[in-house]
């Protein structure tokens, strides 16, 4: 498009951006920031969007990987809609990790920061605030590789988990 600037999604190596954004679960909820979330430990942020079908296929591998996690790696969703969509899609798939909002009336600003153009987009940020993975749709061997990471199985043999699907 003429006049735009083309995004590029912050890659592995770089520094994650800084952001401060709401909390969408409870109404005590509180707004947290990177330097919050990364003070007690590496993170996978996952940025989404409810209406996405690849982030609906996501969602509970997410919490597979948060509920099961032994404090290796925390998960912390990041929604691009407002708080209460964002709070009945917890509900339906049965989310317990944090849920922060970067939403369109805050022109959502992470979701830009990070380069974002597809959901989901997941990034592990290292406590020094480094991005060590970053990659954006569903991949089973990257969650795979986030399950080794955390100490726990994303998936079981019940499962029937493609391999890849596009953001």
Request: aromatic letters at 10%.
């Amino acid at each position: 498009m003429f006049g735009r600037r083309t995004k590029t999604l912050v890659a592995a190596g770089a520094k994650a951006p800084q952001f401060r954004l709401s909390g969408a679960l409870g109404l005590d909820a509180p707004a947290r920031s990177l330097q919050e979330i990364l003070a007690a430990g590496p993170a996978l942020l996952a940025f989404f969007k409810i209406s996405c079908p690849v982030c609906q296929l996501t969602a509970p591998y997410l919490e597979r990987l948060a509920a099961n996690n032994a404090s290796r790696l925390q998960v912390v969703g990041i929604s691009q809609d407002e708080a209460g969509a964002t709070r009945g899609f917890a509900q339906c798939f049965g989310l317990t990790f944090p849920v922060l909002l970067d939403p369109s009336e805050d022109n959502y600003t992470a979701s830009n920061a990070y380069g974002i153009t597809s959901v989901p987009t997941l990034f592990v940020i290292e406590p020094d605030g480094t991005i060590s993975r970053s990659f954006a749709g569903f991949s089973k061997r990257d969650f795979e590789e986030l399950g080794a990471r955390a100490g726990v199985s994303p998936f079981g043999p019940e499962d029937h988990v493609p391999e890849w699907k596009a953001g």
